[in-house]
């Protein structure tokens, strides 16, 4: 059920959410997450984007300092993007703790209008995207940091007996396209099933009022198997792995992810 609006939008409300004393510490502010964003997403055009979006944010942000109230589709055409990359780019902001929305309803009828977008201060020291990270990581189950070449031979040293009777057991909720694939490299359900975890864990929610994640299941095993491929090339090609195998997966799939989720044509689909 939808929370409701309490927050008429009007020129005290926004007021009272002014987050500056004056227009140069918001300036200042903004500078300083322009360098953030700049050393810790590594895509660059995710990084002009944020930037120019943060820009516009504050240009309308001086008559309430540190208050904007301009709608989603005026700010996508200002970018030039689609109103669902202007979506994904807010929330990346909030993600990053640059910035807070919060929703208006109309004084006139009581009916929703563009969200306040409030531009954060700077609280305390803002850190790279390594912090961020952090508080999103997939809990993994500590492995010990053999390779797969290694697994695969010990793997292999059972009898066929047992490897058809633990691959028979998978779990119905693993896809059956992403245990068919996991399957060639490991024989044990347990494993394959965590593998499909990580994956599951990664698709993060991003409207927790309705519970939506930010890819459709269909997305999730697209992304789920290109995954597991690219883990194998790596492990092929002789990466290293220190904190073991589904932590290193959890790695491929969340870089994989933080890629396609400013991919207008994948998330499209």
């Given at each position: 059920m939808k929370n409701r609006i309490d927050v008429i939008a009007q020129e005290e409300s926004y007021s009272n959410l002014s987050s500056f004393d004056d227009i140069e510490l918001m300036n200042k502010t903004v500078r300083k997450y322009r360098d953030v964003i700049t050393a810790s997403i590594k895509r660059a055009d995710v990084q002009k984007r944020l930037i120019a979006l943060l820009e516009i944010?504050?240009?309308h942000s001086c008559k309430q300092i540190g208050v904007s109230y301009m709608c989603k589709n005026t700010i996508a055409a200002k970018l030039e993007v689609s109103y669902k990359t202007v979506q994904r780019l807010m929330k990346k902001l909030v993600d990053l703790r640059m910035i807070r929305q919060v929703e208006m309803k109309r004084k006139k009828n009581?009916?929703?209008t563009a969200n306040a977008v409030i531009i954060l201060p700077v609280k305390e020291e803002v850190t790279n995207k390594q912090s961020v990270k952090k508080s999103m990581k997939c809990p993994t189950i500590k492995t010990t940091s053999s390779s797969l070449k290694?697994?695969?031979?010990?793997l292999n040293k059972r009898n066929n007996s047992v490897k058809l009777s633990?691959?028979?057991y998978i779990a119905h909720w693993v896809p059956k396209s992403f245990a068919e694939l996991t399957r060639y490299?490991?024989?044990e359900a347990k494993a394959i099933e965590e593998f499909w975890k990580v994956v599951k864990q990664c698709n993060r929610v991003v409207d927790h009022m309705n519970g939506l994640r930010a890819f459709t299941e269909d997305q999730e095993l697209e992304i789920g198997v290109q995954a597991f491929k690219e883990f194998v090339m790596k492990i092929k090609s002789g990466a290293k792995i220190i904190k073991g195998e589904f932590a290193y997966f959890n790695g491929i799939v969340n870089n994989l992810m933080d890629k396609l989720y400013f991919d207008d044509a994948f998330m499209s689909r």
């Open positions: 944010l504050k240009r009581m009916l929703q290694q697994n695969i031979k010990r633990s691959a028979n490299f490991y024989s």
